[in-house]
């Protein structure tokens, strides 16, 4: 069932989780402060796949996936790109903030952050709720697996 064409429908997705892979494991050796080779390869990514997306819009066709469970129409394929410009907008303002409270001993804002907009990916393009639910299921897990870690870091005392 899987074809060519299906291919090409969610080659978005499939840039981001293997990016979001390529990003996670290059981040184990990173050891600035603020991630900068992390956050660099993570909004190049969010770039390309923006553009992808963007691209596909404006060819203007629907075509459809994996036996009719995923579609790639124009609004899809906008809001799709709206939503990883969104994604860069948040990771600028929220990668200093998270450096100012020393959130970012590890590269895992970056990595949950693009596993997240995968899960956005997925509930955009799912045209049934089998396809729906995963896609759901990918945003909560990525966005709960942070929280917690960003909630018990030690603050730091203000300097005087």
Known sequence: MIDKLSLIV???EILLLVMACVIALVDLGVKSRLRDLTYWLTMATLAVVAWFCADFAMRGETLYAFGKMV????MGNWLKCFATLAMMVCLVYGRPYAG????LRGGELFTLAMLSLLGIFVMISGSNF???YP?????RCAATRWWPCAATTPRRPKPP
């Open 71 to 74: 579609v790639s129409d124009p």
């Open 100 to 103: 100012d409270r020393d959130m």
């Open 10 to 12: 969610v080659s978005p």
């Open 135 to 139: 896609g759901l299921n990918c945003s």
């Open 130 to 132: 089998p396809v729906i």
